[in-house]
């Protein structure tokens, strides 16, 4: 694996370096993330495992902890890995789109791309990667998978604002 970060060539271990670098710098009190519970988090700290990268991403320098855990809303019950990071918090929108739905019932699927397009949240032109596909492009174009992210996020952004209380 590799990337283009500031005109570098990276590595696998070296982005997940970089990300951590990246959240020091601009310390954010929230990440967010659609079902970063149940894939990103886990995902992530399975390859850093495998990197020997410690995912020092609390605001005092501390790791990232998990915990199994299970979220009952509803006729669902949903495990998932429960992460926290010292002096900030995670957010995923796939919970609030879980637990909005079992009030509403009115989401096509949990999906980010379903709610989103529910919401009228995604742009006409939305960059669209299938997930068989994701490996291939980033190597292949990776500037389709970044515009692929960059959609991802925004539109996350878009759900926590409309199914999130507003916290801030």
Do not use: Q
């Not at 990337?3 to 951590?20: F, K, N, P, T, W």
């Not at 954010?28 to 659609?34: L, M």
């Not at 926290?84 to 009030?103: F, P, Q, S, V």
């Not at 509403?104 to 709610?115: A, E, H, W, Y």
Request: charged letters at 30%; glycine letters at 8%.
């Amino acid at each position: 694996w590799c990337h283009v970060v500031r005109g570098d060539l990276l590595d696998e271990r070296a982005l997940l370096v970089e990300c951590g670098r990246l959240i020091a710098e601009r310390d954010p009190d929230v990440i967010e993330g659609h079902n970063i519970f149940r894939f990103d988090l886990e995902y992530l700290e399975a390859r850093a495992r495998r990197h020997g990268v410690v995912l020092a991403w609390g605001r005092d320098g501390s790791a990232l902890r998990g915990r199994p855990s299970r979220l009952s809303i509803a006729e669902r019950t949903v495990g998932y890995r429960r992460y926290e990071l010292a002096g900030r918090h995670i957010i995923d929108t796939w919970m609030l789109a879980l637990l909005r739905d079992a009030g509403t019932r009115d989401l096509p699927s949990l999906g980010l791309k379903d709610i989103a397009r529910h919401l009228g949240l995604a742009a006409a032109d939305r960059t669209y990667v299938e997930a068989a596909r994701i490996s291939r492009v980033f190597v292949e174009s990776p500037d389709e998978l970044m515009a692929y992210a960059a959609d991802d996020a925004v539109e996350t952004l878009g759900v926590s604002a409309v199914f999130a209380p507003p916290y801030f």
